[in-house]
């Protein structure tokens, strides 16, 4: 009996290390990778360079390129996701009736459900004609649609993170901020908002995350030309929508352009990796003030 | 004004309930219960758990509108105005009747900022001003000596009973007329506790005060008038002395000699 107990201790022990060994598989890969593309590429024209061309005879590794596609398109989407998803989540917190709030909410987490290949081919073939029709001189594939779309589909991770983190806000602050006489809009905003910007910051902190790692969106509607700019009407390529580029096409294998792959694969990995640890950090230091 | 008008005035209760009956769902909380409470005094209301005080006394600034399934008949009158009539603006009514609740609730903000925030809600952004009217709303709530230096310190920083009287100073920085008081020393100590009796007893020569409270001593030490609550219904409401000391009613008389609650 008492072996029994042990080896079921065991197997779940070999399973919880499943996880932790893939992700220092995955980082040792990158690395590994990622230090054989640096002894070709000087890493100062990594960084500094703004042509991304691994493909072409004339090649340039600049990842600034790749770098500005990814950035651009995750900053139109939450430019898109934070108000909206903010406003969701003040809606449900203190304006929707129980039962509305009941109703929405499964609605909301639908959302986030749509396989990303059809939010892609949305943006490309409903979002970007409708743009063309207001602004005549839009290209086909431009980081704007693109990036709105991937926005809508992170209103989810902010509207119901944000949410939980408001309603996590103790009711008597909420009833100090009425007993004061403020208005549902005063409560929200000086009070609860306030109250509950942990949690908000990190929510966001998630969205960020989930666009800047977003592949399909990207891939289909913002185009795959490398470019250093923060022009949304253009073409552009992110990190992710690159290393699909690559992966489907004949790189051999251990070549420098497969080698581009990783080294792409570790920058995108340090832009996420910060991102978690800050909401990490935010989510140690600020959470426990209303004990 | 002639004198005949100014007596009537002085007469006028300033808080009037009229046959109020409050419902949550099929649930009835109160029971038809009218009372008249006089400016400048200290009411205190008591009884046992779930006997309906706390909800009578969030129906005068109308803190039950947020509960779902809340119906409420009869009225509840502020200065002879019905406070449930349509077109009452509920938040003015609120910076007219401030309350303090059980549980010490400062914002996370500066001590400046909790005490501030009523005046700037009210669009009041001349520094000046503001910075006279927290000063003297933190005298007035016998924190200033304690707080003067640390203004700017997080709220949440101060103890239990200097948070509750900071929570008093919030109230009275918007010059309310009526303060409730929802149990406002059961989360204390006794220290802090006398410090906030000692605060009531100062404050009802400028405020109407109401206070509902579990201790029924503290309701002696304090009030001018007790109501005693039982099952939703006003039982006995009178001076505070003749209730404790005389009641008339045998629930009354069981309730303040400790037989139940």
Redesign the interface.
């Known amino acids: 009996m008492k072996l029994k107990e042990k080896l079921i201790e065991l197997l779940l022990q070999l399973f919880t290390s499943v996880t932790i060994f893939t992700t220092i598989g995955i980082i040792v890969v990158l690395l590994f990778e990622s230090i054989s593309f640096f002894s070709n590429v000087s890493i100062i024209e990594f960084f500094t360079s703004t042509k991304w061309t691994p493909l072409f005879s004339e090649k340039h590794f600049g990842i600034l390129a790749l770098a500005s596609g990814t950035i651009l398109t995750s900053l139109i989407a939450i430019g898109i996701a934070l108000p909206v998803g903010l406003t969701i989540a003040i809606y449900l917190n203190m304006y929707a009736s129980?039962s509305f709030r009941k109703l929405i909410k499964p609605f909301l987490e639908i959302l986030a459900a749509i396989p990303t290949v059809v939010y892609g081919f949305f943006a490309l073939a409903f979002v970007t004609p409708v743009l063309q029709e207001i602004y005549p001189n839009l290209e086909t594939f431009n980081s704007l649609s693109a990036g709105i779309v991937m926005g809508i589909m992170i209103i989810p991770f902010i509207s119901s993170l944000s949410e939980d983190a408001l309603y996590a806000v103790?009711k008597?602050?909420k009833?100090?901020?009425?007993?004061?006489?403020?208005?549902r809009f005063?409560t929200a905003f000086?009070?609860m908002v306030?109250?509950a910007s942990s949690g908000i910051v990190i929510s966001v902190i998630l969205a960020i995350s989930r666009a800047i790692g977003e592949t399909m969106i990207v891939a289909i509607a913002a185009g795959q030309q490398p470019q250093f700019t923060l022009n949304p009407t253009i073409p552009v390529q992110t990190i992710t929508s690159y290393i699909v580029q690559v992966s489907m096409g004949d790189a051999p294998q251990g070549s420098l352009e497969y080698q581009t792959i990783f080294a792409a694969g570790l920058t995108l990995f340090v832009f996420t990796f910060l991102l978690n640890s800050f909401s990490f950090y935010v989510k140690k230091k600020y959470q426990e003030?209303?004990e | 004004m002639t004198d005949h008008v100014k007596d009537k005035e002085l007469k006028l209760p300033k808080i009037s309930a009229e046959d109020v009956n409050v419902f949550y769902g099929d649930f009835q909380a109160i029971k038809n219960i009218s009372m008249d409470i006089n400016s400048n005094t200290v009411t205190a209301f008591i009884g046992p758990s779930g006997c309906g005080k706390s909800t009578f006394l969030r129906l005068f600034?109308r803190?039950n509108d947020?509960v779902?399934g809340f119906r409420m008949e009869g009225k509840i009158k502020i200065d002879d105005n019905n406070i449930y009539k349509k077109k009452v603006h509920v938040?003015?009514?609120?910076?007219k009747v401030?309350?303090v609740?059980q549980?010490p609730?400062?914002?996370?903000?500066s001590i400046y900022e909790n005490v501030a925030?009523?005046l700037?809600?009210?669009g009041i952004s001349n520094k000046k001003i503001i910075d006279e009217r927290v000063e003297t709303a933190l005298k007035q709530a016998d924190l200033w000596k304690e707080a003067k230096d640390n203004l700017n310190k997080s709220a949440?920083a101060l103890s239990g009973g200097q948070q509750q009287r900071l929570?008093i100073a919030?109230?009275l920085a918007?010059e309310p007329s009526i303060i409730l008081m929802d149990e406002p020393t059961s989360a204390l100590d006794p220290i802090s506790t006398t410090r906030i009796e000692e605060l009531i007893f100062e404050l009802k020569s400028n405020y109407t005060i109401v206070i509902v409270t579990h201790n029924m001593q503290q309701a002696g030490r304090i009030s001018d008038n007790t109501g005693f609550f039982y099952l939703g219904e006003l039982i006995e409401y009178k001076n505070t002395k003749d209730l404790f000391t005389n009641p008339k009613n045998t629930k009354t008389e069981n309730y303040i000699s400790g037989r139940f609650g």
Do not use: D, H, W
């Open positions: 129980k103790p008597s602050l009833e100090a901020a009425f007993g004061m006489g403020s208005t005063q000086k009070v306030p109250a003030k209303y | 600034n803190m947020y779902e938040e003015e009514l609120r910076k401030g309350m609740f549980k609730n400062p914002f996370p903000k925030y009523g700037k809600i009210q949440l929570c919030r109230t918007v």
